[in-house]
């Protein structure tokens, strides 16, 4: 392999993971888990609650947390193995080549600070930029998201604002840095059926104006069929199904796809 962190970048994928095996306290909770990500592909990854879906993404972030930790395989991003990588090589990365989404935005920010002041020391942490030109960037990226009160949302604290908004203001944070890849971890769970129509829109006008590639991890069925290319199904830890979606939706092999597709609330693909 040469360089420590380095393997041989191919034409196709973006993102992957090979025979991945994550492990807390030396129990496994993903077994050998592949897939791959193209440039501006959606995959979604969709299982029920501890599948597994959060932890691929916490692995490629660095984030599994106290005991946790990847046993075996690879997680690649570009030309650079994620999983041999130190926190602090990884530190760059994230944000500016990577970003994420999680699923309860406000729980992930900081609640005595401004919306302004947590986006402007994010941007200032990878890259030479202005509050002055924080708060233009911010503020442009908002409106695009279809917040048209940008100026006001940016002098807000967490608390004074609604889960959609947020949201919103979680998914303009990890685009910013314009990341080639987003993983967005239950990105419209915790909203109502309105709203979460909304975020799916934004996601998919995202990839089609930035060309980002996006992980998306649900347990929404609907979801993946509204917006995602492929779709890899996990079931305690492990694959059930891979392929892209209409193969997947319209011929499921497993008991358990079926089971997953019964529960499809109806979001209109265009």
């Known amino acids: 392999m040469g360089e420590k962190g380095?393997?041989?970048?191919?034409?196709?994928?973006?993102?992957?993971?090979?025979?991945l095996?994550?492990?807390?306290?030396?129990?496994?909770?993903?077994?050998?888990?592949?897939f791959s990500v193209k440039r501006g592909e959606i995959l979604g990854i969709v299982g029920e609650s501890g599948s597994g879906k959060s932890t691929i993404l916490k692995a490629a972030m660095g984030i599994l947390g106290p005991g946790?930790?990847?046993?075996?395989g690879e997680i690649r991003l570009g030309g650079r193995v994620l999983s041999d990588l130190e926190e602090r090589d990884l530190r760059p990365i994230r944000g500016a080549q990577m970003g994420m989404i999680f699923q309860d935005t406000k729980a992930s920010l900081c609640p005595v600070r401004t919306i302004e002041s947590q986006i402007y020391?994010?941007?200032?942490?990878h890259r030479s930029v202005t509050k002055r030109q924080a708060r233009k960037q911010a503020a442009e990226m908002l409106m695009r998201l279809g917040l048209s009160d940008a100026g006001r949302i940016l002098k807000c604290y967490p608390f004074q604002l609604s889960g959609g908004m947020n949201q919103r203001v979680g998914i303009a944070m990890a685009m910013l840095l314009n990341p080639a890849l987003l993983l967005a971890d239950e990105p419209t769970s915790a909203l109502d059926a309105a709203?979460?129509?909304q975020t799916v829109e934004e996601l998919r006008k995202l990839r089609k104006?930035?060309?980002t590639a996006i992980v998306l991890v649900t347990h929404n069925m609907g979801v993946i069929s509204a917006m995602a290319d492929r779709v890899l199904i996990l079931q305690d830890g492990r694959i059930v199904e891979y392929g892209a979606v209409p193969q997947v939706m319209n011929h499921p092999q497993s008991a358990y796809t079926r089971q997953l597709l019964d529960a499809v609330p109806k979001l209109r693909r265009d």
């Open 121 to 125: 020391d994010m941007l200032a942490a």
């Open 21 to 34: 095996t994550v492990a807390y306290h030396g129990k496994p909770v993903v077994s050998e888990i592949s």
């Open 68 to 72: 946790g930790a990847v046993a075996q």
């Open 6 to 19: 380095q393997t041989k970048e191919t034409d196709e994928a973006l993102f992957c993971c090979d025979r």
């Open 209 to 211: 104006q930035y060309g």
């Open 195 to 197: 709203v979460q129509k």
